[in-house]
């Protein structure tokens, strides 16, 4: 950031405002160096731009009004036949998949889906070797479909493993869905 003067958006500067009196991380009265101020400063700007929100009374996902998965596809059916998975394929790679219960028909779901708010085909995006319990409920956010509590002990217990060494790490608050935006 050190070539870049923009300026901060009201909310933006809340935001941050916010999770720095919230955050024990950083009390109040610490003195931050500039790289500090520079992280949360593009915490706060990549989080706004991906639907995602730190501040206080905002909801965690943007996403108001579920998306259906293909063309004429009914989304109340959409909703109950379908349900989300995660799998890790041959490479140790993360899968998302959307899967029929009755049909079998199944649906890939990439980054690019939280990036442009539906499903994208054919995309080569892929998750890595993790993705966050926040991004994998937006995705169900996103579409209105629920996933079982093994599916979301999966993904918390393999993010804690990829990122921090170990499937029982302590997870950071940061990188979990409020309670009540659970799709369970």
């Given at each position: 950031?050190?070539?870049?003067?923009?300026?901060?958006?009201?909310g933006?500067i809340d935001?941050?405002?916010?999770?720095?009196?919230?955050?024990?991380?950083?009390?109040i009265?610490?003195?931050?160096?500039?790289?500090?101020?520079?992280?949360?400063?593009?915490?706060?700007?990549?989080?706004?731009?991906?639907?995602?929100?730190?501040?206080?009374?905002?909801?965690?996902?943007?996403?108001?009004?579920?998306?259906?998965l293909?063309?004429?596809?009914?989304?109340?059916?959409?909703?109950?036949?379908?349900?989300i998975?995660c799998?890790?394929?041959?490479?140790d790679y993360?899968?998302?998949?959307?899967?029929?219960?009755?049909?079998?028909?199944?649906?890939?779901?990439?980054p690019?889906?939280?990036?442009?708010?539906k499903?994208?085909?054919n995309?080569?995006?892929?998750?890595?070797h993790?993705i966050?319990?926040?991004?994998?409920?937006?995705?169900?956010?996103?579409?209105g479909?629920?996933?079982?509590?093994?599916?979301?002990r999966?993904?918390?217990?393999?993010?804690?493993?990829?990122?921090?060494?170990y499937?029982?790490?302590?997870?950071?608050?940061?990188?979990?869905?409020p309670?009540?935006?659970?799709?369970?």
């Amino acid at each position: 950031m050190s070539d870049n003067k923009t300026l901060l958006s009201q909310g933006e500067i809340d935001a941050l405002v916010a999770f720095l009196t919230n955050s024990e991380a950083a009390p109040i009265g610490t003195v931050l160096d500039q790289s500090s101020i520079d992280k949360l400063i593009e915490l706060v700007k990549y989080n706004n731009k991906h639907g995602l929100f730190i501040g206080e009374g905002q909801q965690t996902g943007a996403y108001s009004d579920a998306v259906v998965l293909e063309k004429g596809l009914d989304l109340e059916e959409q909703k109950q036949d379908y349900e989300i998975i995660c799998r890790k394929d041959a490479r140790d790679y993360v899968e998302i998949l959307c899967v029929s219960k009755t049909g079998g028909k199944t649906y890939k779901l990439t980054p690019s889906c939280l990036l442009q708010n539906k499903r994208v085909e054919n995309d080569k995006a892929e998750w890595g070797h993790a993705i966050s319990p926040l991004h994998f409920n937006n995705l169900a956010l996103l579409f209105g479909i629920k996933y079982s509590s093994e599916t979301f002990r999966f993904v918390c217990t393999n993010f804690a493993k990829v990122m921090y060494g170990y499937e029982d790490a302590d997870i950071s608050s940061l990188y979990y869905p409020p309670e009540d935006d659970l799709e369970i």
